[in-house]
């Protein structure tokens, strides 16, 4: 695989079992370019430590006087230049290509796992773990993967030479084959304190990373409440723990380096004064001294390689077990689908087979990009009794913020977290493909996220072609968004080319709110689910908004999750959700007069406040028992009187918020 080739057509099923397995996984995944690198490796080292013998040859021939051995020494040296040029090169080239193709193969691997996984990675897997995996994690683990075959040709070089000095002078060469394993193995004692080290290096490193994103991603509401003061010193304190500990990591990898110096130079003095001895007494020429030493000078090239395995090994292992730990991450249901998609026997929720009114069940044919036809008919949760018939606007009021996120989720089918499925049509959607699933179905949560680029290239999304652009954007109120977006881009005439900064940061909590919107009702799905729409957005744009989705999605099924009395009051169907069951069903107006508990939750009344109005019906349920004498016209006239102050209550909350 070359760089131009990338990326990887199937980057493969990856071994993350553990770090050690997810590196050996990469290594052996990438064993032609490794082989590669290994013999222009070997040929680089081999030609670097022939110099020596080169040299020590000439030396000898001009000491003997011999011009035949020192042409010979002069054409050998020429040889071993062009040939360590060569390894070299090509060395570096392949070496690079193993790092990069590594680097690419690990970053499409945690892409695909994050679109598999969806919202449901950040809800396993810390925020500030994610952008460390994929950013400064990807790059370690290449190094480390592409250093291997490097360190591997320099430890067969090393092998090659200490047997050639010990062939061709065996006295210094018993003295280096001594010496080079305690030079190799004197760091390895120094090694376990230097991971520990550099683990909390980057552990500390991560904290401060997710620290950071998480206050860029909320500054806005630090600003409005004064508290970008405090998160500015915890980031600070962050900081500079951050630094203490690189700083001590520093420390120990310096004294490593130290070692690796001190210890050739001993042992390069130790055959020194023997060879001299050696020379002195004459058992050995001045030549083969000559290329003793060089040999020995030489070989501190290839050692370095060393302690550069060391170093890869210790900053990749804790990288790829947090790789690993991501990619080992596995959706609770299968993402490929059962592949059924006839309705099973009937059930609370499924309906006739439909032909063009609410509550019917035919497949639905299938939008471009997807396989097979679409269920449709009515949405039906089994764990809440939650149903949403087909065609209507359904609005469910949940006094829990996360049971309703959790819910939501579990409407489009394949949630993060394992349980009876929501059928559409009385078709199980976790048994659809999830492509398939989101396609029938489209979630839109309480924190959209809008992606940077122009507002056409949001709106571009696969789509029935029902409902165009312009139409969203007016049913969603956009008219001031589109104002904004037009007046911040330079040179933007069509709001439609305007550009949208990353997250929409330059736009308001009500304005991304309402660009999410109109991309969702652009889709255009069998079924929209959406999760607080508007929980940003003013009373009157809310409640044009309410008029604007509905008439938009007449004949579609929509399910919204609000506590807004302006939404509610607009849905044809809502649904009072208490302690995770289905309590009541009805409209707005019937449950604000019939049910105390969802009278609470959506009025936001106080305990005092739901006293009074249970000793007011009870007082009203005796008038009427009194009889039609008494008050032959109390129990309408109380009536009255309640939804007028039920109402006014309401209309307070509204001009409140």
């Not at 990326?7 to 290594?27: I, K, V």
């Amino acid at each position: 695989m070359q760089i131009q080739d990338l990326p990887f057509p199937d980057p493969g099923a990856p071994d993350a079992r553990s770090g050690p397995r997810f590196l050996w996984w990469l290594f052996r995944n990438q064993l032609g370019g490794q082989l590669k690198s290994l013999a222009w490796g070997l040929l680089h080292f081999a030609s670097v430590s022939a110099l020596p013998f080169c040299v020590g040859l000439a030396v000898q021939a001009v000491v003997d006087r011999s011009g035949g051995r020192l042409a010979l020494a002069g054409a050998l040296l020429a040889v071993c230049c062009a040939g360590n040029a060569l390894g070299d090169t090509f060395l570096h080239r392949a070496a690079i290509t193993n790092w990069i193709t590594a680097a690419a193969r690990v970053q499409q691997l945690l892409a695909r796992k994050a679109a598999l996984l969806g919202s449901a990675l950040t809800r396993r897997v810390a925020a500030g773990e994610v952008v460390a995996v994929s950013t400064g994690d990807v790059e370690k683990i290449g190094w480390f993967v592409e250093a291997v075959s490097r360190f591997t040709a320099a430890a067969l070089t090393i092998v090659l030479v200490c047997v050639g000095l010990l062939l061709y002078q065996p006295s210094l060469g018993i003295v280096v084959i001594i010496g080079l394993p305690v030079l190799a193995l004197a760091v390895l004692p120094l090694l376990p304190r230097a991971t520990r080290r550099a683990d909390v290096q980057r552990e500390k490193a991560g904290r401060a990373t997710e620290l950071a994103s998480d206050t860029v991603a909320g500054l806005r509401v630090l600003r409005g409440i004064g508290g970008e003061q405090l998160f500015l010193d915890r980031y600070r304190r962050a900081s500079q723990e951050v630094r203490h500990a690189a700083v001590r990591s520093a420390r120990m990898w310096s004294l490593i380096s130290a070692i690796q110096v001190l210890l050739p130079g001993l042992l390069l003095i130790a055959v020194v004064w023997h060879g001299v001895h050696l020379a002195r007494d004459g058992r050995i020429g001045v030549g083969e001294l000559v290329t003793v030493y060089s040999s020995v000078m030489i070989l501190t090239y290839p050692l370095r390689h060393f302690e550069e395995i060391a170093m890869a090994y210790s900053f990749s292992r804790p990288s790829a077990r947090r790789a690993a730990r991501v990619l080992s991450l596995e959706r609770a249901t299968d993402a490929g689908g059962s592949g059924r998609s006839e309705p099973r026997t009937s059930e609370p929720g499924t309906s006739e087979p439909r032909t063009s009114k609410p509550g019917t069940s035919e497949p639905r044919t299938s939008k471009p990009g997807t396989a097979g036809a679409l269920p449709s008919g009515d949405l039906y949760d089994p764990e809440t009794g939650l149903l949403a018939p087909a065609g209507l606007l359904t609005a469910v009021v949940c006094g829990d913020p996360d049971a309703a996120g959790r819910l939501a989720e579990r409407l489009g089918g394949h949630p993060s977290e394992r349980g009876t499925p929501v059928s559409l049509g009385g078709v199980p959607l976790d048994e659809l493909p999830l492509e398939s699933a989101r396609t029938a179905v489209l979630v839109q949560d309480k924190d959209p996220v809008l992606l940077s680029g122009t507002l056409r290239d949001l709106l571009d999304v696969p789509a029935s072609g029902a409902v165009g652009a312009a139409q969203a954007l007016a049913a969603a109120q956009c008219e001031d968004v589109l104002a904004a977006l037009v007046q911040g881009s330079v040179g933007a005439e069509d709001p439609m080319d305007a550009r949208i900064t990353e997250r929409g940061r330059s736009l308001s909590g009500g304005q991304r709110q309402r660009l999410a919107l109109a991309w969702s009702l652009v889709t255009d799905p069998e079924v929209l689910v959406l999760d607080e729409p508007t929980s940003a957005v003013d009373s009157h744009t809310e409640a044009r908004i309410a008029d604007g989705v509905r008439g938009l999605r007449q004949g579609r099924t929509t399910v919204v999750f609000t506590s807004s009395p302006l939404l509610l009051d607009r849905a044809e169907r809502v649904v009072f959700l208490h302690e995770g069951e289905a309590a009541a069903v009805g409209t707005h107006r019937d449950l604000v007069r019939g049910d105390p508990r969802y009278r609470a939750v959506v009025t936001r009344e106080t305990d005092e406040e739901a006293v009074g109005h249970r000793e007011e019906q009870a007082a009203l349920s005796r008038l009427a028992d009194d009889g039609p004498r008494r008050a032959p016209s109390g129990d309408a006239l109380g009536n009255d009187r309640l939804d007028d102050d039920v109402l006014h209550r309401l209309e307070e909350i509204e001009e409140t918020a």
